[in-house]
């Protein structure tokens, strides 16, 4: 079990261009160790999901900076519910206001990062609280 | 008693210690602590800079510059609804701006309608939502459009936006000829930087080419594209990057326009471009100074280009909404003012000065207000626009200004051996060279390099928020996408089968698109039926993710 590296799926859902975060994040994670599979552009709640089903993914980050956050997450949580992912981390970042982040936080969603958050931060965030179920 | 040598000087320099800094650029250029006539050697001022207004342009594109006429001041504004949009318009407007700049939402800019399934959540977000004429009627209600000029940032499907704001002035008896403004139509940083395409390169550098034909006939004073490095920079270039990928795009525009049989004295003189004004300020200014002296030299010697007009490189400047800091919203307007001072020292044609909440948010009309007062107190208050290029001839300006000049010329070679622009998006250059560029600047803010004050410095551990905050209502998805069934449910739906079936032809067969577009949007046809019936001919394009 500690051998395997936290394997987390990046993605951007919709219609939302801005990839500098998701991809920088991205590069932070597998830079410490983590293995990263990054799904690119135009992705959907569906092809998010069954992305990290296929890869028995630790860890889903979505980086959201078109306002549709809680359309995206909320969607995004019923998927992993119903697909048997409810104890792996659903976390993001984007331009997300603070209300919003704690709604996000209801909805079982983990933190969430904006502008100015340390690289670090995100990916000692993301080590402590992926999911480390034995088997 | 007096240094009487650099090297008298440099011995005094060393000996009194230097602080334990990074002094590199924000683009991570090394930095002389002190530039001297000897950075300059070699390099004549006669040719080099030349006068305002004559070739080069180095020290800007009008002889009287802001004597003459101050810059446009143009607020980028969009949000909700078209009636919602138009009503910050007119609150603009009444505050003194000078221009109209459209932002459409994301729906919008991918050239999908607002029922799409990708578009939940996303409707009026980001920008106004743009479904059909119905909707571009509303948004400019009640705005002389032959008296304002309008700048609408859309760029994938471009064209067919623009058809609906012709169909609109054409409704209201506005005549083309009186219509001004700028689309942004620039293609090629989309799939560089900012994401938003429809079709394969090829097919959207036809369009492009189409629509400039269509406005050398016929919309005379439209600027047809406007060539952008904003979101290069955005995405994380260097300065250098941003202006070397820009002006590389705005030579295949050329490349394409002439390959399409257009004479260069018709189209290039409507061309204009886009940069981003970064927080590196002297940095900033060198880089549009150096765009206006390369893109010159270009169009003259290169592309041949008779007509002075030709020859000028024309640019709006935005400040950099990625220097913007959700921490301590207020000292963004800081930020955003020097910022925008580099960009009227730099000497551009038109600028906006992004808002202090848009880390957070898109802007109050408060933050709105204040990002304009800032633009008019640089104009009427500071004195810079009382002189002509007022840093040309300082060494450390005119020395950035060549060596950015330099580095942009490397670039061409590299972009020339991998084929050409298109060629280079391919194979994913652009994007690669950005991508590294903006991990290195991230890395350096996180091992304390560079700073950034409220964020890695200086910050307010536990602060609360303390500004207002705009918020666009989940209703507004509901309202406009009922605007679009009623649309499509009161149109003459025959008609827009067979004005689409024309447009399709005229695609197959190569013709100009504009005729059959504007026919389009006359008959109500929505953005997403335009893109649906164009994408059938052209197909669609992917890109493969890669970080």
Known sequence: MADRKIKVIIAKPGLDGHDRGAKVVARALVEAGMEVVYLGLQQTPESIVRAAVEEDADVIGLSILSGAHMTNFRRVRELMLSSGLGDRLLTGGGIIPTKDQEKLQEMGVGKVFGPGDDLQEIVEYIRANARRVPG | ?547
């Open chain 2, 1 to 547: 008693m007096g240094n009487r040598t650099k090297t008298a000087w440099a011995e005094k320099y060393e000996a009194g210690g230097v602080r334990d800094a990074d002094f590199t650029s924000i683009s991570g250029r090394p930095l002389e602590p002190l530039y001297t006539w000897e950075d300059l050697a070699g390099s004549d001022p006669e040719t080099r800079l030349g006068w305002p207004g004559d070739y080069p342009y180095t020290r800007g594109v009008h002889p009287s510059m802001y004597r003459g006429k101050l810059w446009t001041m143009r607020q980028f504004a969009g949000m909700g609804t078209p009636d919602q949009t138009n009503e910050r318009y007119r609150f603009l407007l009444e505050k003194g701006q000078t221009g109209l700049s459209v932002a459409f939402d994301n729906p919008t800019l991918y050239g999908r309608d607002s029922d799409h399934a990708l578009a939940a959540g996303e409707v009026g977000k980001t920008g106004v939502a743009v479904d059909t004429l119905a909707d571009m009627e509303r948004l400019f209600a009640g705005i002389p459009l032959d008296r304002v000029s309008t700048s609408m940032t859309i760029n994938a499907p471009a064209a067919w936006i623009f058809a609906m704001f012709l169909a609109n002035a054409e409704k209201r008896g506005i005549g083309f000829d009186k219509l001004r403004g700028t689309l942004q139509n620039d293609i090629l940083k989309e799939y560089i930087a900012q994401k938003e395409w429809i079709f394969p390169p090829e097919p959207h550098l036809r369009l492009i080419t189409d629509l400039m034909a269509f406005c050398a006939e016929k919309v005379p004073q439209w600027n047809t594209i406007s060539i952008s490095g904003y979101h290069i920079r955005e995405a994380g270039s260097t300065a250098a990057q941003e202006l070397a990928f820009t002006l590389a795009d705005g030579f295949c525009y050329v490349e394409h326009a002439l390959a399409a049989g257009l004479d260069i004295e018709d189209f290039a003189p409507r061309l204009s471009f886009f940069f981003n004004s970064h927080l590196d300020f002297f940095e900033e200014i060198a880089k549009m100074r150096a765009a206006r002296r390369i893109w010159a030299r270009a169009m003259r010697d290169k592309y041949k280009a008779k007509n002075p007009r030709s020859w000028l490189c024309r640019f709006h400047v935005q400040t950099a909404g990625c220097s913007l800091t959700a921490q301590q919203p207020e000292i963004n307007i800081v930020r955003t003012a020097l910022e925008a001072l580099a960009g009227v020292l730099g000497g551009c044609q038109s600028l906006h000065t992004n808002s202090m909440d848009e880390a957070l948010a898109l802007p109050s009309e408060k933050a709105v207000e204040i990002a304009l007062r800032t633009q008019q107190i640089i104009a009427f208050e500071s004195g810079a626009a009382n002189v002509i290029d007022p840093l040309g001839g300082s060494y450390y300006i005119e020395k950035l200004t060549n060596d950015l000049e330099e580095e942009a010329e490397r670039y061409f070679r590299k972009i020339d051996e991998l084929g050409g622009v298109v060629k280079a998006i391919e194979q994913g250059f652009f994007q690669r060279e950005i991508t590294r560029a903006a991990y290195e600047y991230e890395m350096a803010l996180s091992r304390r390099k560079k700073f950034h004050v409220g964020v890695n410095e200086f910050a307010n551990l536990g602060q609360k928020l303390e500004i207002p905050l705009l918020e666009i209502d989940e209703s507004t998805e509901r309202d406009q996408v009922a605007a679009l069934l009623r649309t499509k449910a009161e149109r003459d739906n025959g008609a827009v089968r067979e004005s689409l079936a024309a447009l399709k032809t005229a695609a197959a067969a190569g013709r100009n698109l504009m005729p059959p577009l504007l026919e389009c949007a006359r008959r109500y046809a929505t953005l997403g039926e335009i893109s649906d019936a164009l994408t059938a001919v052209f197909g669609s394009y992917r890109e493969q993710p890669f970080f």
